[in-house]
Nanobody, 126 residues
Framework: QVQLVESGGGSVQAGGSLRLSCAAS????????VGWFRRAPGRAREGVAS???????TYADSVKGRFTISRDNAKNTLYLQINSLTPDDTALYYC????????????????????WGQGTQVTVSS
């Protein structure tokens, strides 16, 4: 099965930017629908962005215009560029992958994904 390892998290001030990475091992990323999720303190995990095999992307309304998901299949790596950070973005960010075909309308549902990384922490101070 695919193994996912996130990196790139950190502590930043509001308005700052970070780029999260998720490296996959064992299997080509190109075979998977992949996404980013986050869990803020005291809240349920939520989907923030996903990208399908063909490159179609989906974003949660709360991050549209600030977050950009991308994938480099040659490097087997998924990215999440996050700009204009606010304290509300503070969370543990996870990447996830699925070999199943996922409708874009369902691609931010965590139940559609089978493989998960351990997460990388993003903390935004005001």
């Amino acid at each position: 099965q695919v193994q996912l390892v996130e990196s790139g998290g950190g502590s930043v001030q509001a308005g700052g930017s970070l780029r999260l990475s998720c490296a996959a091992s064992r299997y080509p990323y190109s075979n998977y629908h992949v996404g980013w999720f986050r869990r803020a303190p005291g809240r349920a995990r939520e989907g923030v962005a996903s990208i399908g095999r063909g490159g179609s992307t989906t974003y949660a309304d709360s991050v549209k215009g600030r977050f950009t998901i991308s994938r480099d299949n040659a490097k087997n790596t998924l990215y999440l560029q996050i700009n204009s950070l606010t304290p509300d973005d503070t969370a543990l960010y996870y990447c996830a992958a699925s070999q199943r075909s996922i409708l874009l309308s369902q691609s931010l549902q965590e139940g559609k994904y089978d493989y998960w990384g351990q997460g990388t922490q993003v903390t935004v101070s005001s």
